[in-house]
């Protein structure tokens, strides 16, 4: 649009404007493009330095309405207006904005862009601490992961500020005196818009106050903003929704999320495909998939990620002495059942199901997988219990096939592994803690004591059975994943499938609110800031991208020194026969879990289940009118699933086994 050639009105162009209502201090000012139609404009005034593009088409509005492109009863203050934009009744005025080609803006209040503005980026969330010390600085590229060290790396202070100095060159790079509409968006009905930057292909329709911030929007990814929003120092990131009256304050909104429903949010940080509805937010780290649906909801000063809060689930930060300053940790897959309560600080395993309300500071980090039971006001763990859960699995299955993300350029990267080197190092931790526990307690004791939880006696020989039975999953995905990557034609081939590539991924890895990567790499991104050898936000946002392209080799590493570890043997110095065996128990530790599945999915049919149905029938009429609406058990989608896995994993053992079978007998 600024490469556009304007020129001056004519005489005859200025009284036609005149014969049109049209007003102007200075005629000069207004500058117009070739094949300017003064015809287009009615009842409009004119003050600052004004760009008119060409206005001949029209536009179609809901139920097929048609309207001439132009302006009409506006006040245009500073502004460029593009080609083929219909611009109606504006009760005050639009400031200093440049308007691109085909936007629509009808029956709204005021925009405007007041002196210079960064348009919400630098903005200091106060995430986790309400009284601040976590604070994370939003941009429009800000990734779940960037913000995930920004608000636990604190103690690396040359590190945070090397980062924020880069976000603060990334705003002043952007920060301007003009506010921008892309390009097909639509403004309908909205009270007031300042200083806010909207991206291409923006609908907002009805919007309260949008104060202080960017619209990322785009044609692959439009964004949304709806009846009676209320947002303040805010980004809204592709593909994300905003309507319904939602109040959000000092906040990051990702890509695909959806908001709305009457939520309220302030200083938190909702990351890809994260959803609210008609509860509470503060102070909220929330990785990708976190999601609240009831009103009587509250995510205050916590981090969660794949998270799904159940009704009436809340958090305390405040032991009434120093204020608000604690926070809490709830790592991925944990899900809180209805009237759910935890005291912060507290650190909740990964894939635990929470219930009931805990009054104790508990960490069950190292206990994966589990239940947290409240009964009689103490805290009950039961390791490893939700590896049997049909509702972990199926909540796995499900998180790809609902990510909303339509924009080609994702900007966190997830990983949707139920078994990784982060959940299976836990296991392994949680094994020898559990036996320690025995080992101190004695064989006698039938409850154990541990990080202020009580464990019985049979929870805790069962946690250890389901834990050795994932990680010998986990063992023998990774081995059949590497024998199917080519042909074994000899041992020497089987060996050199299995041999480690690099060092890349040994020891401890981290969960940085999606992505999933060996802790030394992110040290070595932590120094190379420090020491300058990383110095913008795009190298950052680069290494993040090639951990995460690269995750499947770094894993098999971590694996293989894993395997031996646990195996007490190196993977390459495996026989054939000693191949097979693990590869068998891989078949025979698959199958037993998918049977515990199958078993738990089958309590969804138990009669007791069928109560309510068949109301003014007999017993009869109540299968029947159960199985009209859920369904048949052997019918079920999931079921049917999980029979398949079963026939699937069963053909894929027998199969590499005979593989590994032949490589044997081929002559070296």
């Not at 330095?49 to 302006?71: D, P, Y």
């Not at 029956?107 to 009284?131: H, K, M, P, Q, W």
């Not at 100095?165 to 909205?190: E, H, L, P, Q, T």
């Not at 932590?526 to 913008?536: G, Q, W, Y």
Request: contains cysteine; negative net charge.
């Amino acid at each position: 649009m600024n490469n556009q050639l304007y020129r001056s009105l004519t005489s005859t162009e200025i009284d036609s404007l005149l014969k049109r209502q049209c007003v102007s201090d200075n005629w000069e000012q207004v500058k117009v493009l070739s094949g300017f139609n003064p015809d287009r404009f009615s009842n409009v005034e004119f003050t600052g330095e004004i760009h008119l593009g060409v206005q001949n088409e029209e536009i179609e509005l809901f139920g097929g309405v048609r309207k001439r492109c132009g302006v009409a009863h506006a006040h245009l203050h500073n502004c460029t207006i593009g080609n083929n934009v219909y611009i109606n009744h504006i009760k005050n005025y639009i400031a200093n904005y440049v308007i691109e080609d085909h936007v629509v803006i009808d029956n709204s209040d005021i925009v405007a862009v007041e002196d210079y503005s960064f348009f919400g980026n630098g903005t200091r969330v106060e995430v986790l601490d309400e009284t601040g010390g976590r604070e994370v600085v939003v941009y429009d590229e800000l990734s779940a992961h960037l913000a995930y060290m920004l608000a636990f790396y604190k103690y690396r202070h040359t590190v945070i500020a090397d980062i924020e100095k880069m976000i603060d060159d990334y705003c002043n790079s952007i920060r301007s005196n003009k506010g921008f509409i892309g390009k097909f968006s639509r403004i309908f009905n909205c009270r007031e818009i300042r200083n806010v930057k909207i991206g291409p292909y923006t609908q907002i329709n009805g919007a309260s106050i949008i104060l202080n911030g960017s619209i990322n929007s785009n044609q692959s990814a439009p964004v949304l903003i709806g009846h009676d929003a209320n947002i303040r120092n805010f980004i809204v990131s592709s593909g994300s929704e905003i309507t319904d009256g939602a109040i959000i304050s000092n906040c990051f909104i990702g890509q695909g999320c959806t908001i709305g429903a009457q939520y309220s949010a302030q200083n938190s940080l909702f990351f890809a495909n994260c959803q609210g509805f008609h509860g509470e937010a503060c102070s909220v780290f929330a990785g990708p998939y976190t999601v609240t649906h009831h009103k009587s909801t509250l995510l205050i000063a916590g981090m969660f990620s794949f998270c799904n809060a159940g009704s009436g689930s809340n958090q305390s930060n405040h032991m009434y002495k120093l204020g608000p300053i604690h926070h809490g940790i709830a790592e991925r897959g944990t899900k809180t059942t209805s009237d759910s309560y935890l005291l912060w600080p507290a650190r909740i395993g990964a894939f635990t199901l929470v219930m009931g309300r805990h009054y104790k500071n508990s960490d069950t980090s190292d206990m994966p997988f589990s239940y947290l039971i409240e009964n009689d006001d103490e805290s009950w763990l039961v390791p490893g219990v939700n590896l049997k859960s049909v509702g972990t699995i199926r909540d796995v299955l499900k998180w790809p096939k609902r990510d909303k993300r339509t924009d080609p350029h994702k900007m966190d990267n997830i990983n949707f592994n139920l078994l990784s080197p982060f959940t299976i190092q836990k296991m392994d931790h949680a094994i020898r803690i559990l036996h320690e526990i025995q080992r101190i307690s004695g064989e006698t004791t039938e409850v154990f004591s541990y990080n202020n939880t009580k464990i019985k006696r049979d929870a805790l020989k069962k946690g250890l059975q389901l834990y050795q039975l994932a990680i010998l999953k986990f063992i023998g995905n990774s081995i059949i994943t590497r024998l199917n990557k080519g042909h074994l034609h000899s041992p020497e081939d089987v060996v050199d499938f299995l041999r480690p590539t690099s060092e890349i991924g040994l020891g401890d890895w981290v969960d940085l609110a999606g992505l999933i990567a060996p802790k030394e790499e992110i040290v070595k991104l932590l120094e190379a800031i420090e020491t300058r050898k990383i110095s913008n936000l795009k190298e950052i946002d680069n290494k993040f991208r090639e951990l995460h392209a690269n995750y499947y080799d770094y894993e098999w590493n971590w694996t293989a020194q894993f395997i031996e570890d646990y195996l007490k043997k190196p993977i390459t110095e495996f026989s054939i026969n000693e191949l097979i065996e693990v590869v068998t128990q891989w078949r025979e530790s698959v199958v037993e879990l998918d049977h515990m599945l199958y078993e738990d999915a089958s309590k969804e049919f138990r009669i007791d289940m069928m109560t309510g149905f068949g109301i003014d029938g007999d017993n009869s009429i109540k299968q029947r009118d159960f199985e009209k609406v859920r369904g048949r058990f052997e019918e079920n989608h999931f079921v049917k699933e999980i029979l398949h896995h079963i026939e699937r994993k069963t053909e894929l053992g027998e199969r590499v086994i005979a593989q590994l079978e032949r490589s044997r007998k081929v002559k070296v």
